[in-house]
């Protein structure tokens, strides 16, 4: 992928990967706004700093009703033309049957790390409602895939476990995204756990090679400027 780092997009993220002094501190950016009046800050995509990324931090969303942000931002505005599947790199023109919204960081691990009770009871918390309403965590996929890695932890599974057509790979337990996605599932879960205090989904050391091996491309860079004007 080509790495592609906009002047807007320009914010200090600093990762909990590991906090200690061998690791570089943040590089100094512009700022700007964008056209709601909101400071939008990111950080550069460097080697060095694996997990530093392009996504919006410090600019929570502003949306807090999930069911409608799916309906009417997700799939209303940000998906309104079509797109492709986020795994499988499938075209579509519309959510049908086939796809649904998915989760990079799934709502039944937000609801353990808040301990905020059934999903019933976690629909009425506010924290809750907020973080699902982030469309930064949220990608279109195809529902057999979504109904598959649920509640799996992130790994690499390798060679010893076959790909599928998509090129996932998974166990009961793990899932190993494609390659061309390992570095936006390794820049989105540390967006979720820096900016909402969640915990890793697997081990950081594999979310910082994915990050390392997959640096963002256009695309990537073009899905995360689009959220942040509408959130």
């Known amino acids: 992928k080509r790495v592609n780092t906009p002047s807007y997009f320009c914010q200090i993220v600093h990762f909990a990967i590991n906090r200690s002094s061998r690791w570089p501190r943040y590089v100094p950016c512009n700022v700007r706004y964008n056209g709601s009046m909101k400071k939008i800050t990111l950080v550069p995509i460097t080697l060095t700093l694996a997990l530093s990324t392009t996504l919006v931090i410090g600019q929570n969303t502003r949306f807090s009703d999930p069911e409608t942000v799916v309906k009417d931002q997700f799939w209303g505005n940000l998906y309104a033309n079509g797109g492709t599947s986020f795994f499988c790199d499938a075209p579509f023109t519309s959510k049908g049957f086939v796809m649904t919204d998915g989760y990079v960081y799934p709502p039944a691990d937000i609801r353990s790390a808040l301990n905020c009770g059934t999903t019933s009871q976690c629909k009425q918390d506010n924290q809750y409602r907020q973080i699902t309403s982030?469309?930064?965590?949220?990608?279109?996929?195809?529902?057999?895939?979504e109904m598959r890695r649920r509640n799996a932890r992130y790994e690499n599974l390798?060679?010893?476990?076959?790909?599928?057509?998509?090129?996932?790979?998974?166990?009961?337990?793990?899932?190993?995204?494609?390659e061309h996605v390992k570095g936006d599932v390794a820049r989105t879960m540390a967006y979720m756990v820096d900016t909402y205090g969640l915990p890793w989904l697997g081990a950081t050391s594999v979310f910082q090679e994915w990050s390392e091996l997959d640096p963002p491309d256009d695309r990537e860079l073009a899905r995360h400027q689009r959220i942040a004007e509408i959130q």
């Open 158 to 178: 390798g060679d010893a476990t076959r790909a599928d057509d998509c090129g996932i790979r998974e166990s009961a337990q793990f899932f190993e995204p494609p």
């Open 134 to 145: 982030d469309l930064h965590n949220m990608v279109p996929v195809r529902s057999r895939v």
